[in-house]
């Protein structure tokens, strides 16, 4: 099936330095998300992408479709106790056929901020 | 996460019993989802329904596992006969329609311990 792979797998970073992850995998999506999920929670959506290439931004969070159709880069700048977490990438898988949204999730890159 | 309800948020049950795992979908929604979690990994995408009907089960096991989205009440997930290996955090998602351009939204989960 396929496959999103995420890196870096965690990051410690001090308080107000910008954090970039990214997210690949070997088949094209046609659709990229992002996802933040805080300890005992669901997914929350931060990001969606539908354009190879497209960039776009929702407060300090700004992620890039990749041109390839086989990346996705999510920065966040500035970051706070809050941003603390783990993000998941995630995309419909292209084989559960045509309308469908069975998603695939990566591993998630786990967030600390150091205050 | 407001919107997606899932009841109960903790759920244990000893090897052997049935395990019943509930899912309201946001007010208008009529596409749900279920994945399951395990610790470290990213979510994995089990059966997707509409009301009164299953559209996508691949990534349910086909023995002990079903589910349901009735005309009238929430979705359930249903484990029979559980395992250890069915300990997991499963979440519902939902989505007013079907298409890349509808989002899923996730529920907080339910976190099932098995002894």
């Known amino acids: 099936g396929q496959q999103l792979n995420q890196s870096p797998q965690s990051m410690f970073i001090q308080e107000g330095e910008d954090v970039s992850m990214n997210c690949t995998s070997s088949s094209i999506f046609n659709t990229w998300l992002w996802y933040k999920q805080d300890p005992g929670e669901g997914p929350v959506l931060l990001i969606a992408?539908?354009?190879?290439?497209e960039l776009t931004s929702n407060g300090r969070l700004t992620a890039q479709f990749g041109i390839t159709r086989k990346d996705s880069f999510l920065n966040i700048s500035a970051s706070i106790p809050s941003d603390v977490g783990i993000y998941f990438c995630?995309?419909?898988?292209?084989?559960?056929?045509?309308?469908?949204?069975?998603?695939?999730f990566g591993k998630g890159t786990k967030l600390s901020v150091i205050p | 996460n407001a919107g997606v309800m899932q009841n109960p948020r903790h759920l244990v049950r000893r090897r052997g019993q049935e395990a019943r795992l509930r899912c309201s979908p946001m007010k208008g929604h009529s596409h749900v989802y279920w994945y399951r979690q395990l610790p470290e990994e990213g979510l994995k995408f089990m059966v997707y329904l509409q009301k009164e009907n299953i559209i996508d089960e691949s990534g349910m096991p086909k023995e002990r596992f079903s589910a349901e989205f009735p005309k009238e009440g929430p979705s359930i997930l249903r484990i029979q006969q559980v395992v250890r290996g069915d300990s997991a955090a499963y979440f519902c998602?939902?989505?007013?329609?079907?298409?890349?351009?509808?989002?899923?939204?996730f529920g907080d989960g339910t976190r099932l311990s098995i002894l």
């Open positions: 995630a995309g419909p898988s292209s084989y559960s056929g045509a309308g469908s949204y069975q998603l695939t």
């Open positions: 998602a939902s989505s007013p329609n079907r298409g890349v351009d509808q989002p899923q939204h």
């Open positions: 992408l539908y354009k190879a290439g």
